[in-house]
């Protein structure tokens, strides 16, 4: 009889703290996975005139969400015991139409789990510090605005890491890639895949890589006119009316020369990429009179074997930077450009439509920046969130001249907005 009580009793404990760590488990999980962040949304509230401000409309927002998980539930224990936030600040968009980051704590009633991938550490008292969400939030009424999505603010957003070189990547600054990369070694090309311990000869006339409107020294390539990787080498070679793309799918050992039709001649700047294995793009400028110039753009939609026009952009001053996200969506900077008694600002071009057709983009400087930061660099994105820099430009002195401005979209880039500056030597407050 005691032994069959004694089974009895294990079982019946068993159930019970299988039942408790499912619990847990829900709970964590609905706390913590992006899915069901999103799950009870969309809400909406109504804000009163004085409270308009996007941070304020943010936190109405962000406590109505957080307040079904401190409610008592029927385990009568709560989710969440405490919330403390430590600030909202705005990211980007306009007044209808925008996106807020807020960091904050929470203490778990009943603590001691993992956090579940960035979300952060987990204190022995339950404590889960330095959570970070971005809130996108749509006006939807006189005074009712919705929050349609919540999610992990990326650290391109949140703040600035250390200077190392991830900081410098999400902070949309170029960082050159140690394995992939090519080396001029007695007037051969060599490119290496291991970062230095095996290099492939290039089958090229090194000539043929500066030919064109280029005087410079020749112990480094034209800057964006190749791009290396495992999965695709090229460079651009010749001039003219004989522009080639000497392209390898295979680390170096073979090669082939792609003929890029009906192009300019002097070419000046050559900016070569591919955004997935079939699509490419090739930004050539030449024909320069002064400072001025032609560009057309190229495409590609088989992996760099073929190239057609795609169109050009109708300004001709010099090109500064250009480059493709994807397929369809582009930006080409002309650098500064002065409009009548204004101070010099950023011109940056955009198009949707594969190179087709191009539009100027606003860059909204602020006042007390206006003249200093004057040259777009490409963005880059993360889906449809853009992190864009206007650096100094080549006679740039504020703070030592490599100070930028960053800049965060939302809609691919249709819209900026100012986020901060971005210190890559750490010059500023010293």
């Known amino acids: 009889m005691v032994n069959k009580w004694n089974k009895k009793l294990v079982i019946g404990w068993s159930i019970v703290m299988l039942m408790v760590l499912l619990a847990m488990l829900v709970t964590y999980f609905f706390i913590f996975y ?27 927002l962000w406590n109505e969400y957080l307040q079904p998980f401190q409610q008592t539930t029927t385990s009568s224990w709560k989710r969440i015991s405490d919330v403390r936030y430590h600030q909202f600040k705005i990211l980007a968009g306009d007044t209808s139409h925008f996106a807020v980051s807020v960091d904050f704590d929470v203490k778990l009633e009943k ?40 999610e992990k603010t990326p650290l391109a957003v949140a703040g600035l890491d250390p200077v190392t070189d991830l900081y410098q990547q999400k902070a949309g600054i170029k960082v050159a890639d140690r394995n992939n ?22 089958p ?5 890589l500066f030919e064109g409107a280029y005087n410079a020294a020749r112990l480094e390539l034209i800057e964006g006119s190749y791009t290396i990787s495992p999965e695709k080498t090229a460079f651009v070679i010749g001039n003219d009316q004989n522009v080639r793309i000497l392209l390898s799918t295979d680390k170096g050992k073979s090669w082939s020369e792609e003929p890029v039709p009906n192009t300019l001649p002097g070419i000046r700047m ?23 110039e032609a560009n057309v753009i190229f495409v590609t939609r088989d992996g760099g074997k073929n190239w057609s026009k795609a169109g050009h952009v109708e300004e001709q001053r010099l090109i500064t930077d250009g480059g493709f996200i994807n397929e369809k969506l582009g930006f080409i900077s002309f650098g500064s450009i002065n409009v009548m008694d204004e101070p010099p600002r950023p011109s940056l071009y955009r198009t949707t439509d594969g ?5 100027e983009v606003k860059i909204p400087i602020p006042a ?63």
Do not use: C
């Open 34 to 60: 992006d899915e069901d962040l999103n799950e009870s949304l969309s809400l909406t509230v109504t804000i009163e005139t004085n409270q308009s401000e996007q941070e304020s409309i943010a936190y109405k």
């Open 111 to 150: 603590g001691k789990w993992s956090a579940h991938r960035n979300w952060g550490r987990v204190e022995k008292d339950g404590t889960i510090k330095g959570i970070e969400w971005t809130l996108r939030i749509k006006k939807t009424g006189e005074n009712a605005y919705t929050l349609e999505r919540i």
């Open 181 to 202: 990369r090519y080396q001029i070694v007695n007037e051969g090309l060599e490119v290496t895949y291991d970062d230095g311990k095996h290099w492939q000869k290039v």
């Open 204 to 208: 090229v006339n090194i000539a043929e």
């Open 270 to 292: 050559r900016l070569l990429g591919f955004t997935s294995d079939r699509d490419g793009y090739l930004i050539l400028t030449g024909d320069k009179t002064m400072s001025w």
């Open 355 to 359: 190179g087709k057709s191009w539009a």
């Open 368 to 430: 007390e920046y206006k003249g200093i930061f004057v040259e777009a660099e490409i963005p880059i994105f993360d889906g449809s969130q853009g992190t864009l820099l206007v650096n100094q430009g080549p006679n740039g002195d504020y703070q030592g001249g490599k100070v930028m401005a960053r800049y965060i979209s939302l809609d691919n880039g249709a819209t900026w907005t100012f986020a901060n500056l971005v210190d890559p030597d750490q010059v500023m407050g010293e």
